[in-house]
T-cell receptor
């Protein structure tokens, strides 16, 4: 089945630790995105990538890092520099033409304890 | 000015009524427009897309686009309690630019 998979679904982290969220897609999509969503809020763009080995900062990139070594994978690292990392993280992908919309994974809920 | 703007709501409609959700965008060159539905605690799901001026119907949903006014809307006919969710408008400016989301409108369909 084609789709976009995020793991884990729930993640707990101690303050001061880095953590990596996984996002894998088998839709052959060129573009991939990471968003953060806080309770009752909209989506805020962290990073996006439109091609392998290239990515751009979104609106709230500070404290986060990404890589795009393979078309299928776009992992997000939440570093200790991110002061308030507890949130719902959503990964999405869309074809390079951008004409059919983006498809989301199920999300990862990160809690700092 | 935000790139994509939506009224946050909540928009309350009685069951069976028409719900009208609105979105405006700033990039006049935008080419494709999307509506997503997001239930609480879940990820957004794509429900409609539209590229051309006018109306596009899919079941109980109708998307309307007016590029001259930079306005896109979503009508939900015969609203059901299961339609209660947040509806996100998204715009793709084209030319390799990133997809941009509005902050969403919360819809409540009341019995």
């Amino acid at each position: 089945d084609g789709g976009i998979t995020q793991s884990p679904k729930y993640l707990f982290r101690k303050e001061g630790q880095n953590v990596t969220l996984s996002c894998e897609q088998n839709l052959n999509h060129d573009a991939m995105y990471w968003y953060r969503q806080d309770p009752g809020q909209g989506l805020r763009l962290i990073y996006y990538s439109q091609i392998v080995n290239d990515f751009q900062k979104g609106d709230i990139a500070e404290g986060y890092s990404v890589s795009r070594e393979k078309k299928e994978s776009f992992p997000l690292t939440v570093t200790s520099a991110q002061k308030n990392p507890t949130a719902f993280y959503l990964c999405a992908s869309e074809p390079g033409t951008g004409g059919v919309g983006a498809f989301f994974g199920q999300g990862t809920r990160l809690t700092v304890v | 000015q935000k790139e994509v703007e939506q009224n946050s709501g909540p928009l309350s409609v009685p069951e069976g009524a028409i719900a009208s959700l609105n979105c405006t965008y700033s990039d006049r060159g935008s080419q494709s427009f999307f509506w997503y539905r997001q239930y609480s605690g879940k990820s957004p799901e794509l429900i409609m897309f539209i590229y051309s001026n006018g109306d596009k119907e899919d079941g109980r949903f109708t998307a309307q686009l007016n590029k001259a006014s930079q306005y896109v809307s979503l009508l939900i006919r015969d609203s059901q309690p299961s339609d209660s969710a947040t509806y996100l408008c998204a715009v793709n400016p084209g030319g390799g630019n990133k997809l941009t989301f509005g902050t969403g409108t919360q819809l409540k369909v009341e019995l």
